[in-house]
């Protein structure tokens, strides 16, 4: 079965770009029916859906952060990623990568996610 | 497209049957799904298109509703049921979740 696993700094200073990857096992990023997202979980806040890649390139992102956000898929490397630029102590939280089937199936898979903290 | 869970908190107790709200605020059809969390834990999908469970879900597990109302159920609640609740809208962009529903033990 397709498993994810998020990979980056646990720590960003502010103003600068957090970057992570997220590693795809046991299936194929390159499937064009699955959407490949993003999102983060503030210290016990709910859950804010930052954005995803298809394979393709396609994109769609957050408004509330898409001046910020980029999402990529490296077919080569079986991978996504997630760059977000110019990061403040908002920005501390836990991000889950995921698989999305599309509007009527939703975020079938889940990395375990990782913990990001913003703080000089 | 904003999404309102009702109650945001809720105690039961084993066995009992539990209901959850999620209220949109505008017409998504049946593009809505429901997931479990966990302290530490990702989320985990139990419900797509408001009503389909999920492979390998308990059939304890129930959802219904289309449009702007839609409702998880649980019959007959176990232990390991105890955990946050979340809806989500895939309508439309951006995604948007509910504001979860935390079940405790009473």
């Known amino acids: 079965q397709v498993q994810l696993e998020e990979s980056g700094p646990g720590l960003v200073k502010p103003s600068e770009t957090l970057s992570l990857t997220c590693s795809v096992s046991?299936?194929?990023?390159?499937?064009?029916?699955?959407?490949w997202s993003w999102i983060r979980q503030s210290p016990g806040k709910g859950l804010e859906w930052i954005g995803f890649?298809?394979?393709?390139?396609?994109?769609n992102y957050n408004p509330s952060l898409m001046s910020r956000v980029t999402i990529s898929v490296d077919t080569s490397k079986n991978r996504f990623s997630l760059k977000l630029t110019s990061v403040t102590a908002a920005d501390t939280a836990v991000y889950y990568c995921?698989?999305?089937?599309?509007?009527?199936?939703?975020?079938?898979?889940w990395g375990q996610g990782t913990t990001v903290t913003v703080s000089s | 497209i904003q999404l309102t869970q009702s109650p945001s908190s809720l105690s039961a107790s084993v066995g009992d049957r539990v209901t959850i709200t999620c209220r949109a605020s505008?017409?998504?059809?049946?593009?809505l799904t429901w997931y479990q969390q966990k302290p530490g834990k990702a989320p985990k999908l139990l419900i797509y298109?408001?009503?389909t469970l999920e492979s390998g879900v308990p059939p304890r597990f129930s959802g219904s509703g289309s449009g702007t109302d839609f409702t998880l159920t649980i019959a007959g609640l176990q232990p390991e049921d105890f955990a946050t609740y979340y809806c989500?809208?895939?309508?439309?962009?951006?995604?948007?979740f509910g504001q979860g529903t935390k079940l405790e033990i009473k």
């Open positions: 995921a698989r999305e089937g599309g509007h009527r199936y939703g975020l079938d898979v």
């Open positions: 046991g299936g194929s990023v390159s499937s064009g029916t699955y959407c």
């Open positions: 890649s298809y394979y393709s390139g396609g994109t």
């Open positions: 505008q017409g998504i059809s049946i593009s």
């Open positions: 298109g408001a009503s």
């Open positions: 989500q809208q895939l309508e439309s962009y951006p995604r948007t």
